[in-house]
């Protein structure tokens, strides 16, 4: 059983305890909205965090593994 929640803990602890083996997944939509408001916090550049929300909007829609290493290498070039 696969459940798609965003962060509650609350949430997701009553999920585990009443299915104990189940996988559970983070909302795309929450998690991006999450790392939006970290990147609002910090200290640097508008450029800069808006290349990082890019970057994880990449690595979020890649659909195998493959596709994911191969985003996150060219994505590594952009910092060297």
């Avoid at 965003?6 to 559970?24: T, Y």
């Avoid at 808006?50 to 290493?69: D, I, N, V, W």
């Amino acid at each position: 059983t696969v459940f798609m929640t965003d962060d509650s803990a609350s949430e997701r602890g009553a999920l585990r305890s009443v299915f104990p083996q189940c996988k559970l997944l983070l909302c795309s939509f929450h998690v991006i909205k999450a790392v939006g408001e970290w990147l609002g916090r910090q200290t640097m550049s508008g450029s800069e965090k808006e290349s990082c929300h890019g970057f994880l909007k990449q690595l979020m829609y890649c659909t195998t593994s493959t596709e994911f290493e191969q985003t996150l290498y060219v994505i590594s070039l952009s910092f060297l």
